[in-house]
Structures are given as C-alpha cells and as structure tokens.
C-alpha cells in the first residue's frame, strides 16, 4: 500500500506571524481522512516571520521533533534548556510526564522555516529528555542516516517509540533502498525530487508507504529528505 500526500493538499493556518502547512489534522484543521500514520502524528511545515514565535506551552507524552530548514529558531523549554537551532539542525524532545517550552524565531530581520514533526510515544510519563543533531556533521551523503531509534546506540539517540528517524541526503541520480527493519515508512522531502515506488515527490510531498519489498528511492536532483520506519 502506497498514498501519496501532497504539499498543495495539506490543511493550512496562516496568521500575521505564521505561514504553516498541516500534513495531518492540527488545530483548527481537521479531516477525519489525515489524523495519524502509524505513531506519526504531526507533520507541519511552518514559515515564522521575524519575532514571531510560539508562547511557553505545554506538551506530555509526546516524542517532538524541530527541524530547521532555512533561519534560526531560538528554543527555551523547563528542563532548563536555551538554545538556537541553525539551519539544517535537528532537535529532539520528548515531553514525558510533561514540559513547558517556547520557540521563537531567533532573528529581527529573517522568517524561519522549520517542520515540527509528532510520534506518539509506546510508553506513558516519564522524565522529559532534550537532545540536537546536526545534520552537516552527522548525515552522511548518498546515505539514509539514522538520527533515533527505540533502541539507542552510540550515533543513535533513543526515542520512547519502536521506531527509526532517518536523514536521507542525495547527489542527482542517486538511488538507495529502505531497509526492511520496519513494515511501514513515511518519506517526507525536505528539498529536491525523489522517485519511490513509481510516485514523483517534490518538496513538501509526504509518502505513505506499508507492507512493500525492495523500496528504492532515487534522487532527479540534490534532495534531502526524511524516512520514518514506523511499527
């Protein structure tokens, strides 16, 4: 099984501060067809103008992850974490037993554009965990990097859900294959053009895949990207 999800389709918010895009129902935007794949919950893609941001806000049992595109967004959360996340960063943070944050766009004069991506986590409570990745230093060209996992390892930062978070970066005219370690995915194109399964993905395009044998991906052009392996 296959679905296409495409950028133009998503559900949309827009204020004076605010430019976002809703892969699955959020907020005010609601389609009982687009709640949830799997554990993945939230996917919005979200443009912030200078100095505007998201107000200190609650979150519990939820597995959150701020991936900076373009800009540099400024983080403050309970756990007593201050940081600016730079373009090309990945942050991780899980809510847990709950965590209070704020995230604002770190510049005056420049938007920041970011996806906020949601799993629901397998396990209830917990103490909130923080964690970055820096996807200059660790993803690897031509490669699906894993970035976090339910089962950590010294590169792998571990996550209360059995599932893997991948980077995919690759050259025009590269191919690679989804391992099989997981029966469902969802590709999320940051940037670029893929070709999965016969399907065409452009930036913004999400891609349901489940229960398929030998997944190659290959790039038309430079195309970063993120796999979710997903139980």
Same mark, same amino acid.
């Given at each position: 099984?296959?679905?296409?999800?495409?950028?133009?389709?998503?559900?949309?918010?827009?204020?004076?501060?605010?430019?976002?895009?809703?892969?699955?129902?959020?907020?005010?935007?609601?389609?009982?067809?687009?709640?949830?794949?799997?554990?993945?919950?939230?996917?919005?893609?979200?443009?912030?103008?200078?100095?505007?941001?998201?107000?200190?806000?609650?979150?519990?049992?939820?597995?959150?992850?701020?991936?900076?595109?373009?800009?540099?967004?400024?983080?403050?959360?309970?756990?007593?974490?201050?940081?600016?996340?730079?373009?090309?960063?990945?942050?991780?943070?899980?809510?847990?037993?709950?965590?209070?944050?704020?995230?604002?766009?770190?510049?005056?004069?420049?938007?920041?554009?970011?996806?906020?991506?949601?799993?629901?986590?397998?396990?209830?409570? =917990?103490?909130?965990?923080?964690?970055? +990745?820096?996807? *200059?230093?660790?993803? %690897?060209?031509?490669?699906? #990097?894993?970035?976090? /996992?339910?089962?950590?390892?010294?590169?792998?930062?571990?996550?209360?859900?059995?599932?893997?978070?991948?980077?995919?970066?690759?050259?025009?005219?590269?191919?690679?294959?989804?391992?099989?370690?997981?029966?469902?995915?969802?590709?999320?194109?940051?940037?670029?053009?893929?070709?999965?399964?016969?399907?065409?993905?452009?930036? =913004?395009?999400?891609?349901?895949?489940? +229960?398929?044998? *030998?997944?190659?991906? %290959?790039?038309?052009?430079? #195309?970063?990207?993120? /796999?979710?392996?997903?139980?």
């Amino acid at each position: 099984m296959i679905k296409k999800r495409l950028s133009d389709e998503r559900g949309v918010t827009k204020f004076d501060w605010l430019d976002g895009r809703h892969t699955f129902s959020f907020g005010e935007y609601h389609d009982p067809k687009e709640m949830s794949f799997r554990s993945l919950r939230v996917i919005n893609e979200d443009i912030v103008s200078p100095g505007g941001g998201f107000p200190t806000h609650p979150h519990r049992d939820a597995e959150i992850f701020t991936y900076v595109i373009d800009g540099a967004l400024q983080h403050r959360d309970s756990m007593g974490n201050e940081s600016v996340i730079q373009a090309g960063n990945l942050q991780y943070m899980s809510a847990g037993s709950g965590v209070r944050h704020s995230e604002f766009n770190a510049s005056k004069t420049d938007p920041v554009h970011l996806l906020q991506i949601w799993l629901l986590p397998n396990v209830s409570g =917990g103490e909130p965990r923080y964690a970055e +990745k820096q996807m *200059g230093r660790d993803a %690897k060209p031509n490669a699906l #990097t894993t970035l976090f /996992a339910g089962m950590g390892s010294d590169d792998v930062i571990p996550i209360r859900q059995n599932a893997a978070i991948a980077f995919g970066r690759l050259d025009a005219g590269a191919e690679l294959s989804l391992p099989q370690t997981h029966p469902h995915h969802w590709i999320q194109v940051i940037k670029g053009e893929l070709s999965v399964l016969g399907q065409t993905l452009k930036a =913004g395009d999400g891609l349901a895949i489940s +229960k398929e044998q *030998g997944i190659a991906v %290959k790039a038309s052009t430079d #195309t970063e990207f993120i /796999a979710f392996h997903l139980e």
